[in-house]
């Protein structure tokens, strides 16, 4: 299931759980994922720094060895030494990001020591392409910047603090995003279908309901107990009016506007869960050994609800006949 950016959650609903990513699941789920910003990612590259100097390091000490075993060292000429010199300078400052990002899943040792990672502005796993766009932008006006460095250098802080996710120049040109893998466990809302409205909710038509007005319905029942009594009914109503718009058929008559948010949320979820189950058993018929390998992943722990429905009585209002006309 691919993540992908939100479209049209509004912004304060976006800002949950210290997740501040932007990364949304198939089922409107804002994953908690943290961008990591301009502290962690300078800590990363001190560590990486350091590495590259070891390496560059090890290249010298290994090529004069090399040079003085074969060659001599009086038939060196300086040509030869500066041919090497660039390929050396090459290989640590762009093949290290590159070989470690491209295979180790997006990690550099610096990545790795601190928790980062980094991955498609999608979501998806970092390849190739990407690792180099961002390996060359770096070396050229970032670090060690051979561009005007202190031009760039400043550039560069600049739109890594300006940018909601903390963003490099590399990151831009690449179309990346580095993460935080570390982020604290938290327990994220699952949404709870009413009883009485099973039967209703088995025949929405959920087709025009798309991940952003979810998250944001999702955000807001999970997020109740923390809203003052007017901010609640006053957000609970907009989403209300947004959703009977594109939900259809309408709701039973006197249905509490939360409990007709929730119920929609717990269909769409549902839904979505069955699908995933369709698409895991048909993959492990055609890949037995897919199956076998997620049996034997150890089991996640459920994921209970961030907050309970609301128990303070909350008011029956009647479905007005215009909006219930306009959602079919």
């Known amino acids: 299931m691919t993540a992908q950016p ?9 800002a949950g759980y210290g997740a501040d990513a932007g990364l949304v699941s198939g089922e409107a789920v804002e994953l908690d994922i943290r961008a990591a910003r301009l502290g962690s990612r300078a800590l990363a590259l001190l560590v990486d720094i350091l590495v590259q100097l070891t390496l560059a390091v090890i290249l010298v000490s290994g090529a004069s060895i090399l040079l003085t075993s074969t060659v001599g060292p009086g038939s060196l000429d300086r040509a030869l030494l ?11 400052l762009v093949g290290y990001p590159v070989l470690c990002e491209t295979f180790n899943s997006g990690r550099t040792v610096g990545k790795l020591a601190v928790g980062l990672r980094v991955i498609r502005a999608d979501g998806g796993r970092v390849g190739f392409r990407q690792a180099l766009t961002r390996s060359l ?10 561009v005007l460095p202190l031009l760039t250098w400043a550039a560069g802080v600049t739109v890594m603090l300006s940018d909601p996710r903390g963003r490099r120049l590399g990151d831009l040109a690449a179309g990346t995003l580095v ?37 944001a319905v999702r955000q807001l029942l999970s997020r109740t107990s923390t ?21 259809a058929p309408p709701p039973p008559p006197g249905l509490p506007e939360w409990a007709y948010l929730a119920a929609v949320l717990a269909e ?45 009585p909350q008011p029956v209002v009647a479905v007005p006949a215009a909006r219930s006309g306009s959602t079919g």
């Open 179 to 215: 993460i935080h893998e570390r982020s604290p466990a938290g327990t994220g809302y699952v949404p709870m279908m009413v009883p009485p409205l099973a039967g209703w909710a088995a025949s929405l038509d959920l087709t025009r309901l798309d991940d952003g007005l979810a998250l």
């Open 82 to 92: 500066t041919g090497l010199q660039t390929v050396g300078v090459v290989l640590v």
């Open 227 to 247: 809203l003052t009594r007017d901010a609640r009914h006053r957000l609970t109503r907009s989403l209300w009016a947004e959703v009977a718009a594109v939900v």
């Open 268 to 312: 769409r979820h549902a839904r979505a869960r069955r699908r995933l189950a369709r698409n895991r058993s048909v993959t492990s018929a055609l890949w037995p050994e897919l199956g076998t390998r997620g049996a034997e992943a150890p089991a996640v722990a459920p994921v209970r609800p961030a907050a309970p429905v609301p128990t303070t």
């Open 137 to 146: 932008v770096g070396v050229a006006v970032e670090w060690p910047g051979l």
């Open 6 to 14: 939100p479209r049209s959650a509004p912004a304060p609903y976006r």
